[in-house]
C-alpha cells in the first residue's frame, strides 16, 4: 500500500504562487508514477501534471508554462510549483501515485487552492 499526504494549499491573489507538496510513504518502492489532479465544483477530475520513475513529465494544457511538477526521492515527495495563477485554477488537488505491478491507484485526501482578490 502507499499512503500520500498533501500539503501546502491555500488562498492567493490572481498572479500569484503557491507550491504544493505530496509526502509519500508505505510501499513506496512499487511507485511508477505520480501526478497531481485538480477538481472543482461542478466539473470533472482533471490532470494537472505527472512524473514518472524516469523523470518523464506531463501537464494539462490549461496549466503548461505555468505549473512545473518536480519529486525528490530522497524525501519520497513530489511537489507543483504553480506560478501565475488565475481564478479557474480554483479547485481541491489530489496527489496520486500508481504502483504495483498492476498499477494500483493511491490518492491523497486533498488540499484546497483558491484564486481570488
Known amino acids: 500500500q502507499v499512503q500520500l499526504v498533501e500539503s501546502g494549499g491555500g488562498l492567493v491573489q490572481p498572479g500569484g504562487s503557491l507550491r504544493l507538496s505530496c509526502a509519500a510513504s508505505?510501499?513506496?518502492?512499487?511507485?511508477?508514477?505520480m501526478a497531481w489532479y485538480r477538481q472543482a465544483p461542478g466539473k470533472e477530475r482533471e490532470l494537472v501534471a505527472s512524473?514518472?520513475?524516469?523523470?518523464?513529465?506531463n501537464y494539462g494544457d490549461s496549466v503548461k508554462g505555468r505549473f512545473t511538477i518536480s519529486r525528490d526521492n530522497a524525501k519520497n515527495k513530489v511537489y507543483l510549483q504553480m506560478n501565475s495563477l488565475k481564478p479557474e485554477d480554483t479547485a481541491v488537488y489530489y496527489c496520486?501515485?500508481?504502483?504495483?505491478?498492476?498499477?494500483?491507484?493511491?490518492w491523497g485526501q486533498g488540499t484546497q487552492v483558491t484564486v481570488s482578490l
Open positions: 496520486n501515485a500508481e504502483y504495483g505491478l498492476i498499477r494500483r491507484q493511491a
Open positions: 508505505g510501499s513506496i518502492f512499487s511507485i511508477k508514477s
Open positions: 512524473i514518472t520513475s524516469s523523470d518523464s513529465t
